[in-house]
């Protein structure tokens, strides 16, 4: 069920962000559903000829998943985050981990995919950082502002062009962070009004193919 992204498209290429950072589980490759991966295929036809999708993350193993959560956990604390607050900010941007592949977090399933756009050797800037867990990398945090500098319309408009290509095929965003996207997940299904949406993974060499 779970093939590499690498390879598959000059369009796509991949920047195992949490291998790189060390985090427990990570892998030096990306992985996506077959499906999923050729709806980001059909996507990266539909941006400009000189930029290409980076892709930071795509199935994420469960012990990933819970170092991750665990580091946000921690950074969210030392903010002063405490209590409720700190649930709910969590929440936000970290999936509850689980092993239960029935109530899987969404990158568990290989539907959920966090990526950037690229332009010769550079990422394009997007007005704040991937994992960047503030109110900042809200898709429509420049829509929302007046009198945007010139370096800020560049933010939305690349945001935008990320955004215009993966709603297009289907895809649909995170309201808290602008490199997530997901499709054939719980969430997914529920806003097309489906029944069916992808159960979570948690052995990737059992399900390549």
Known sequence: MLVPISG???????YPYYY???????DDECYLRKAVLQKLVDASRLLPDDVYFVVLDGWRSYETQLSIYEQTKIALQEEGFEGEALTEELFKYVATPSEDISKPSPHLTGGAIDL????????LPMGSDFDEF?????????????DLTEEETEFLNNRNLLRKAMLAVGFIPNPD??????????????????QNYYQGILNREKSEG
């Not at 950037?116 to 990422?123: C, F, K, V």
């Not at 503030?134 to 007046?146: I, L, R």
């Not at 962070?177 to 489906?194: I, P, S």
């Open 8 to 14: 598959v498209v000059k369009k796509i290429q991949i």
């Open 20 to 26: 790189h950072m060390g985090h427990p589980g990570a």
């Open 116 to 123: 950037t756009l690229a332009h010769a050797n550079s990422w």
């Open 134 to 146: 503030n109110a900042k990398s809200q898709p429509d945090w420049f829509e929302k502002k007046t």
């Open 177 to 194: 962070e602008w490199w997530h996207f997901e499709y054939g997940t719980k969430d997914w299904a529920k806003q097309n009004r489906l």
